[in-house]
Structure formats: structure tokens, C-alpha cells
């Protein structure tokens, strides 16, 4: 039979996927999408075709084995598995070719008048081959997708049949052939809704990993300080997440999956800068706290644990930096309630002698330190306009309480205190 333009078209399409024509980059990740559009197109373009003419049950039953392979195919794109997808591409493409060499090679006579020239034994005989590779090919799906299905029904009928046609019992070995297509439009249905089942099953098992990620992902952001906007959109991605997994909706689970990655990824992105900006507090709270008079051992632990923790941080070990920068607050808590324990303890024991003076000469050391600590903090504030007037401010405090350190240390310390507060909300908002 003279194959027509669409069937030979359809062909070339179909051989230059399978021998591999297709560019590799179809088959990355990112182009996961084009084997399922090739693959439905080349679907499409034949289920037009078998429209238009008296296709056997064989093909028929291809077809539907293609349809099922298409189905795969999509699942596995969704979880992003391009060695699986590619299987299912080709395994699909395959299916199509040979309906399509079959209906090329169709002859002109009717499915029925060649039926009807055949001797009845024989045709009853390809008949049931062709059933028995049908039910492997199925076999073969549902062992690749790990699916438990029971075949041996249907090998069953197709043994009895074989049984009754070498008995010479053609019409009983006709009717059983009647009783294997029930059954393997039965094995279809199934294969079809496993397949579905497994989409849902694995939407559901990817929802609960990443609900499991994105809990720990929170709290490390807590951790971190990362601006609210941020924490925010990680805790909406979660409510929307948990909420898709109840309602068991799978594309909707996807959807939230892409979109908790892409959020994830931002705050990755970010997450080297935010240690960098805490490690440089920290290196001018250490600063502040060796320029106490009093001798504290404990701030070359500190200064070690900060070594540490820089290079955790260059190494790209940022959940154990997080341990230890956690760590290294309390000891920095510690060392400061010690230092602040000795000086009362100082402040006590020089009352009786020179209690005017000591306090007149602890308020200036006080100020040395302030004076240390903004001035680091010029170069830090950038173009946060916020930041420069409340540095400004600072400042300006600062010569006040060194005006009035002699004459009024209570006023002076007064003022030291409202600078204090303000260098901490400076080094909150350039977090």
C-alpha cells in the first residue's frame, strides 16, 4: 500500500527521535518540557490518523500502550528525573513507530475480508501471539514503574485457548480470545490507575520532605536574624505546602515545591553576606570588650572561636558555623555580665578613697570606647539614610558627654547610655 505524505511525515518524525537526531540539550533538565510536547504532538498527530481508518485491535492496544508510556513520561518530568523521562520519551516513540510501520504496510483489503481468506487455525494463532506480546509489554511497564500487578489471568486465557485450538476446538478457543480482551482492557485500566496513584503518592512524599526541610530552613533563618520579608515568604510557603499535601492536589503540590526552591534558593544566596555582617559585629564587640581594664581570659576563647567560625564560614560548613556562632553569643553574654560584675566590684572598693574621681575616670573610658565603636560604624552605614542620622546623632551625644564628663558625670552617663542604644539599633537595621 502506498504510504501517504502525513504517514511518512509522521515517520521521519518519529525515527529521527528514536536514532537520536533530537539535539542533547532536549534532554536536560531544563528542557524537560520538550519531550513532553514531542511525544503528545507525535500522539496527536497518529490518534488522527487511526480515525480515519478500521485500525486492528493490536494497534489499538499500542496506542494505548504509548498513551501510558506519555503519562510516565510527564511524572518523571515533574520529578525532575531526566534518565527515567528519556526512557518513557523513546520507549513511547518506539510504540508509535511500529503502529505507523504497521498501517504503511497495511494492504488495501479490509481487516475482515483478510481474516476471512485466512484458515481459521492460523489466524486464531497470530491472534493470541500478538495477545501474549501485548501483556509483555505490559508486564514491562508495570515491573519498570514497580507496580504490582497480577498478569496470570490473562496468560491463563491464553493458555486455554492454545489448548483448545491444538484439541481442533476453534470456536471455544474463539470465544476465550473474547474473555482476553476483557482482560487486558482490564490490565490497562489498572496500569493507568497506578500510574495516577503513583503521581499522587510521590507529589505527596516530595510535599512532606520539603515540609521537613522548610521547618529546619525557619528556624535557621530565625537564627540568622534574616529580614522579615524573607521569613515571611518562608513561612507562607509552608502554610501553602502543608495546605496542597491535605488536599492531596498534585499539581498544586508541584507548583508550591518550585516555588518553596526558588525562595530557598534566595535565602542560600544570601546567607554567606548575613554571616559576614554578624562575624564583623561581633569582631567590634569583642573590640569594645578587651578595652575593659579588667582582665578576662575567657576573651581569647572568644577570639578563637571567631577564627573558627570565619572559617566554617569560607568552607561553606554553614550549619556547623551556625552551632558555633550560637555559642559564641552566649560566651560574649558571659564575658560582658563578668566585666560588668568587676567594674561594680571596682567602682565599690574605690568609693572610700577617690569615689568622685574613679567614677569621672570610668565614664572617660566609657567614651574612648564609644568613640571606637562608631567610628568603625562610619564606613558600615553605606547609603542607609536612616543609619547616618542616628550615627550623626551619636556623635553629637558623644562630644555632649565629653563636655559634661568633669563637671556632671551623672548627665554624662546619662548620655552614654542613650548612645549605646542607639549604636544597637544602627547595627540592626545594617544587618
Do not use: C
Request: charged share 30%.
Amino acid at each position: 500500500m502506498k504510504k501517504t505524505v502525513t504517514y511518512l511525515t509522521l515517520m521521519i518524525l518519529v525515527s529521527s527521535m528514536i536514532l537520536g537526531s533530537i539535539p542533547n540539550y532536549v534532554y536536560a533538565d531544563s528542557q524537560s518540557d520538550s519531550l513532553i510536547r514531542i511525544a503528545s504532538q507525535a500522539r496527536d498527530q497518529l490518534k488522527i490518523q487511526l480515525s480515519k481508518i478500521d485500525a486492528s485491535q493490536e494497534i489499538k492496544e499500542k496506542f494505548e500502550l504509548g498513551s501510558t508510556e506519555i503519562e510516565s513520561l510527564i511524572q518523571a518530568a515533574k520529578d525532575e528525573n531526566v534518565s527515567v523521562a528519556r526512557e518513557h520519551f523513546l520507549s513511547a516513540m518506539k510504540i508509535f513507530s511500529e503502529i505507523i510501520q504497521q498501517i504503511s504496510e497495511k494492504p488495501s483489503t479490509s481487516e475482515a475480508s483478510l481474516s476471512a481468506s485466512q484458515p481459521e487455525r492460523s489466524r486464531i494463532s497470530n491472534e493470541l501471539d500478538r495477545f501474549e506480546r501485548y501483556i509483555v509489554q505490559l508486564e514491562g511497564i508495570s515491573d519498570k514503574n514497580g507496580f504490582e500487578i497480577d498478569f496470570s489471568h490473562s496468560n491463563e486465557l491464553i493458555d486455554r485457548a492454545r489448548n483448545e485450538l491444538q484439541e481442533g476446538k476453534p470456536e471455544a478457543a474463539n470465544s476465550i480470545i473474547e474473555e482476553i480482551k476483557l482482560s487486558i482492557n482490564e490490565l490497562n485500566q489498572m496500569l493507568r490507575e497506578k500510574t495516577r496513584q503513583y503521581t499522587t503518592d510521590r507529589a505527596k512524599t516530595l510535599a512532606e520532605k520539603y515540609l521537613e526541610n522548610l521547618d529546619k530552613l525557619i528556624a535557621e533563618a530565625k537564627e540568622m536574624g534574616v529580614s522579615q520579608e524573607t521569613l515571611a515568604r518562608l513561612v507562607e510557603a509552608r502554610e501553602l505546602l502543608n495546605s496542597a499535601s491535605d488536599a492531596s492536589n498534585v499539581a498544586q503540590i508541584i507548583n508550591e515545591l518550585k516555588r518553596i526552591i526558588a525562595v530557598k534558593q534566595d535565602f542560600e544566596d544570601t546567607k554567606i553576606q548575613r554571616f559576614e555582617s554578624r562575624i564583623n559585629q561581633i569582631e567590634e564587640k569583642i573590640v569594645l570588650l578587651s578595652n575593659s581594664k579588667n582582665t578576662v581570659p575567657e576573651l581569647e576563647n572568644a577570639k578563637e572561636m571567631l577564627s573558627k567560625l570565619k572559617v566554617l564560614v569560607s568552607e561553606g560548613s554553614l550549619d556547623e558555623a551556625i552551632r558555633v556562632l550560637n555559642s559564641l553569643n552566649n560566651l560574649l553574654g558571659e564575658i560582658e555580665n563578668s566585666i560588668n560584675r568587676q567594674e561594680e566590684i571596682s567602682s565599690e572598693a574605690d568609693t572610700s578613697s577617690s569615689l568622685s574621681d574613679s567614677k569621672t575616670e570610668r565614664i572617660k573610658i566609657k567614651i574612648e570606647r564609644l568613640e571606637v565603636v562608631l567610628k568603625n560604624l562610619v564606613d558600615k552605614v553605606n547609603e542607609n539614610a536612616a543609619a547616618k542620622r542616628w550615627l550623626n546623632n551619636a556623635f553629637s551625644l558623644l562630644e555632649n558627654a565629653k563636655s559634661e564628663v568633669d563637671n556632671s558625670p551623672d548627665e554624662s552617663l546619662e548620655i552614654i547610655m542613650s548612645i549605646e542604644e542607639i549604636i544597637k539599633r544602627i547595627q540592626n537595621t545594617i544587618q
